[in-house]
């Protein structure tokens, strides 16, 4: 029987983009860039699936915040909150 990618190893990176109840879980490898944009924040994955998030109040410091981590920290876990603009995203390093 063939496993799934989510059971062949324990140890697969992933990021999780939340807001309230939605929730989007990836393997972190299919995230290609994590863009600021003038009214929110874009990301972008392999095959050219893109999520967009629109938020013309989201403050400048945390757009960066979300595209730093993403390139700071490639072999890291990450999970982005998109309604908590103080604490945006967490990198897990296991």
Known sequence: MRKGIFEMSEKVKMITIKQG????SVPRSELVEVQETADGVVF???????LEKIDQYMPQHTKQIMQATADSFPEASLVYDLTNQSKPVMAMMD
Request: hydrophobic residues 45%; proline residues 0%; glycine residues 18%.
């Open 44 to 50: 972008k994955f392999k095959g050219g699936l893109v």
């Open 21 to 24: 109840t939605f929730e989007l």
